[in-house]
């Protein structure tokens, strides 16, 4: 169990939802943290807000998403800086609230790069070149999910 999250916390942080790998090749990074690792997938789905498809694979307490972006997208133009490698792109937080979490990053010069009605991504160009997510949920599947 969490403990809670602290009235004083201006971003209402409770954890990790999950890290953002980009990729062209799903299946090798599945061969290597599910066959080998032992992850285990647990959700498969469209991620409208990167424009990719996804496939979610819980490993270690932890949730990695392996994304296969469109082309066109902001998240094709940073994988294909390194084509043919697997990128790093991003962390996403799970929080108590997604407007608390949003006036806090406003406040601070923070802006969205986009926003759904449960997840809201930074502009990059504005918090140190990484789309940092904040999200009111886990990820569908995600054992650690209360529902």
Not at 67 to 83: C, I, M, R, S
Not at 111 to 139: A, C, E, K, N
């Amino acid at each position: 169990m969490l403990p809670p999250v602290s009235n004083d916390d201006p971003l209402g942080l409770e954890r990790c939802s999950h890290h953002t790998v980009l990729t062209r090749q799903p299946e090798r990074a599945l061969r290597f943290v599910v066959d080998i690792l032992g992850g285990e997938v647990v959700h498969e789905g469209r991620n409208d807000l990167l424009g990719a498809g996804s496939t979610y694979v819980y490993l270690a307490d932890t949730m990695l998403e392996f994304a296969v972006p469109d082309t066109g997208t902001a998240a094709y133009t940073l994988w294909a800086k390194n084509d043919p490698n697997d990128t790093y792109h991003a962390i996403t937080w799970k929080v108590v609230d997604l407007d608390r979490a949003k006036r806090h990053l406003e406040t601070h010069g923070v802006r969205i790069q986009m926003q759904s009605d449960d997840t809201l991504v930074t502009d990059p160009r504005t918090s140190i070149g990484i789309p940092w997510g904040f999200s009111r949920t886990l990820i569908r599947g995600d054992p650690r999910r209360a529902d």
